[in-house]
């Protein structure tokens, strides 16, 4: 089984400073990651994923992430936030491969913007 | 861009009611669906996967018989909590995809369930 691993619960930030989302994750298989955005009462938007290749991904409204499978961490980062990037953040993990196996979240990270 | 419809955004019951929540992949076949409770404050734990025509699969721990998950056609799924009860107050969100993960994964924005 996987599991997801968000150690801040909460991360306070000032507009146009750069932030870090930590997320560390678990898993005997190789996996699939991603980073979900969620806006207050409604579902998430995909941000972005790492599937294959580069380990770098960049993703939507400037932020991206970088997979270190030694480390087994997936931070996402933005260099310079917006008052309109105060949501919760949400990793992810899913099993590589085919098949129907649905999402493993972490708990969410509440990046809150201060101006 | 594909959209899931997820109906309704809010709904309140009374205590040994059952509720039926809708999601509807609008422009693509959500050959499967997955369906997510989120507590307060707190991530989505997967409920149930259920693939068109198929029986669903419940995650452990998840009453079949309390959440009962319907897949009929490759655009609809629909998610009934039956004898609803002040503890099943919760946020319920669906996702649909055509084939994750090359596929996108979609969301819906969410049932906001209050059971008093």
């Known amino acids: 089984a996987q599991s997801v691993t968000q150690l801040d619960s909460q991360v306070p930030v000032f507009e146009e400073a750069p932030v870090e989302l930590r997320c560390n994750y678990s898993?005997?298989?190789?996996?699939?990651l991603f980073w979900y955005v969620q806006y207050p009462n409604q579902g998430l938007q995909l941000l972005l994923k790492?599937?294959?290749?580069?380990?770098l991904v960049k993703g939507i409204n400037g932020f991206e992430a970088e997979f270190n499978k030694s480390q087994t961490s997936f931070h996402l980062r933005k260099p310079s936030v917006h008052i309109s990037d105060t949501a919760e953040y949400f990793c992810a993990v899913r099993v590589s491969g085919g098949g129907a196996d649905g999402l493993t979240f972490g708990k969410g990270t509440h990046l809150i913007i201060q101006p | 861009g594909a959209v899931v419809s997820q109906h309704p955004s809010r709904v309140i019951c009374k205590s040994g009611t059952s509720v039926k929540i809708e999601c509807r992949s609008l422009d693509f076949q959500a050959t499967t669906m997955f369906w997510y409770r989120q507590f307060p404050k707190q991530s989505l734990m997967l409920m149930a996967t259920s693939n068109e025509g198929s029986k669903a699969t419940y995650e452990q721990g998840v009453e079949k018989d309390k959440f009962l998950i319907n897949h009929a056609s490759l655009t609809l799924s629909t998610l009934t909590v039956t004898s609803a009860h002040p503890e099943d107050s919760s946020f319920y969100i669906c996702?649909?995809?055509?084939?994750?993960?090359?596929?996108?994964?979609?969301f819906g924005n969410g049932t906001r369930l209050t059971v008093t």
């Open positions: 996702s649909a995809t055509s084939g994750f993960p090359n596929s996108p994964l979609h």
């Open positions: 790492y599937l294959s290749g580069s380990t």
């Open positions: 898993s005997s298989v190789s996996v699939y």
